[in-house]
């Protein structure tokens, strides 16, 4: 499988942003889904899963309630919408893919990584 993460730029505090991650394979549909980031300096950090229906999502404390996680399996495809962006938000965005197809918060337990889309939210 392989990922391709999009939709990244530059956006004011308080815009939105919308990535998308297109995947190849025709298994995509059983993986489970997540959206991760990582900040100069810092370790990269869970921010969202979906599982393989769409029926379950998880985010992070920081995101909940600005994010929103969503997947077309017809489409091969993984989103994440981001609303009332803040500076904090800035970062390199990666979606991975889980072949347990559980939404997933741990790094290590993702199989397939995209390369990143930067995010950039000015003050």
């Known amino acids: 499988v392989q990922l391709q993460a999009s939709g990244g730029g530059l956006v004011q505090a308080g815009g939105s942003l919308k990535l998308s991650c297109s995947a190849s394979?025709?298994?995509?549909?059983?993986?489970?889904m997540g959206w991760f980031r990582q900040a100069p300096g810092k370790e990269r950090e869970f921010v969202a899963a979906i599982d393989w229906s769409g029926g379950s999502t998880y985010y992070a404390d920081s995101v909940r309630g600005r994010f929103t996680i969503s997947r077309d399996n017809s489409k091969n495809m993984v989103y994440l919408q981001m609303n009332s962006l803040k500076p904090e938000d800035t970062a390199v965005y990666y979606c991975?893919?889980?072949?347990?197809?559980?939404?997933?918060?741990?790094?290590?337990?993702?199989?397939?990584w995209g390369q990143g889309t930067q995010v950039t939210v000015s003050s």
């Open positions: 394979g025709r298994t995509f549909s059983r993986y489970g």
């Open positions: 991975a893919g889980a072949r347990v197809g559980y939404a997933i918060l741990e790094t290590v337990s993702y199989d397939y």
